[in-house]
């Protein structure tokens, strides 16, 4: 193990009078915090940083959890529930202490609620919004101070769901779609800090979202049965079974992770799918969106002006000089 393998040569180095040497060495491996990276995606992106030599603190906040991630080469566990402010100042604390600073932040910890909007009870959209929404904002405004620091990244893992919704996915894109917000507004506040900040919008990957997500419902005795949107429930009750299984290789979505920190030039949005299905499904409800905005109101643009928004939008992303 890393920590066993450094206290060895830190004992080594010491005892030859190199002892300050391994310590900047250590200190110089670039440290990474992700939120609820016990499974799933964060499991995922833990695994890979820490395979591609960073130092990664992985939020989790089962014992069971936070010893396995304490057994793999350069991870740390850290007991971190992004609902509980006393635990975000002490993991702040535990990374200030270790002396590495923090070059990465991954706001990855989630949660999904299916439930009608106009059924939903107050609780379980509070548990949505709580975790969902004020866990990124409580993380982020925590650690903010360490990343200006570093004039390190952000990253905040988004949706497709922040494009997309529909009939009791409400409370889910909600979260995703303030997302979208937040990163637009956070990247204007951390440019002038040297600080970037990168939007991950994945489509259906394998995690325990949907597992959790069931069980939760189970706890609290909700059923498609009791809904007036039953066939809407079926449907969404079916989709969140198959996230164990039948979905994306999580895999991409760390690879999508890893290039937001760590390319020297990291886009803004990184739209991370499985199937061509969900990129045409994401990108022709964005053009819908578009055109409804624009259809018949005071300053409507036609045709051929929106075409060429579109084609200097395609060239300022491809960063070709617009005339």
Same mark, same amino acid.
């Given at each position: 193990?890393i920590r066993i393998s450094a206290l060895l040569l ?9 002892? #300050? ?141 922040? #494009?997309? %919704? ?45 597992? %959790? ?111």
């Amino acid at each position: 193990m890393i920590r066993i393998s450094a206290l060895l040569l830190i004992t080594i180095m010491a005892l030859t009078g190199h002892s #300050t040497a391994i310590a900047d060495a250590t200190h110089d491996q670039k440290a990474v915090l992700i939120t609820g990276a016990s499974s799933g995606l964060g499991r995922a992106m833990a695994e890979t940083m820490a395979a591609n030599g960073y130092f990664v603190y992985a939020g989790a906040r089962k014992d069971e959890d936070l010893k396995e991630l304490n057994a793999i080469e350069n991870i740390q566990g850290v007991r971190l529930d992004v609902n509980k402010q006393e635990q975000i100042d002490a993991a702040v604390k535990t990374i200030t202490d270790a002396g590495r600073g923090l070059y990465g932040l991954v706001n990855n910890a989630g949660v999904v609620v299916v439930q009608p909007l106009i059924e939903i009870e107050e609780q379980d959209f509070d548990f949505q919004m709580n975790v969902n929404v004020y866990g990124p904002y409580r993380v982020t405004r925590a650690f903010a101070p360490l990343i200006i620091e570093s004039k390190g990244r952000i990253s905040i893992i988004g949706s497709i769901s922040g #494009t997309l %919704s529909s009939a009791t996915w409400g409370p889910y894109s909600m979260t995703k779609f303030a997302m979208e917000a937040y990163a637009d507004a956070l990247a204007d506040e951390m440019k002038s800090f040297g600080v970037d900040v990168s939007l991950i919008e994945p489509g259906a990957y394998r995690s325990n979202i949907g597992k %959790s997500a069931l069980e939760r419902m189970d706890e609290r005795n909700q059923s498609a049965d009791s809904s007036q949107l039953k066939t809407a429930m079926d449907e969404s009750v079916n989709w969140l079974s198959l996230f164990e299984n039948d979905h994306g290789d999580p895999a991409e979505v760390a690879d999508a992770v890893m290039k937001a920190l760590f390319d020297d030039n990291p886009k803004p949005r990184y739209l991370i799918v499985p199937t061509q299905e969900q990129a045409y499904w994401t990108i022709n409800r964005a053009i819908e969106r578009m055109v409804e905005q624009n259809h018949d109101q005071k300053y409507s643009f036609d045709r051929d002006a929106l075409i060429e928004m579109l084609d200097a939008a395609l060239a300022k992303q491809s960063g070709e000089v617009v005339q």
